[in-house]
């Protein structure tokens, strides 16, 4: 039996410099994690499911990216171009709808 589709629940809460995890991951131990999957099998699927430390969100994420590309060189990300103004406003739309549901 082949495995063809991986999806990688990351929430880097092992993350090095994460609070609560503590156990010290650093962007090249989750690099290698899904190297190692994508050894297993050929499509892999990393999605972000929060996290409490965005440094090292931002350092894991990073190394699973440049994991996935099978690049160790991407360049620097520009941080001013990652949220759009209308995906400011929607979220600001929806924390509105569901305030009486669950307080933000």
């Keep these: 039996m082949c495995i063809r589709d991986s999806l990688i629940s990351a929430g880097f809460d092992a993350a090095k410099g994460d609070p609560f995890g503590q156990c010290a991951v650093t962007e090249a131990g989750y690099g290698a994690m899904v190297r190692i999957m994508m050894g297993i099998c050929p499509r892999v699927l990393c999605l972000l499911e929060g996290g409490y430390n965005l440094e090292s969100i931002r350092r894991s994420a990073v190394g699973c990216v440049q994991a996935l590309h099978q690049d160790d060189s991407l360049p620097a990300l520009d941080t001013t171009q990652l949220v759009r103004p209308s995906?400011?406003?929607a979220?600001?739309?929806t924390q509105r709808a569901l305030a009486?549901?669950?307080p933000i």
């Design 91 to 93: 979220v600001q739309q």
């Design 100 to 102: 009486k549901f669950w």
């Design 87 to 89: 995906a400011v406003v």
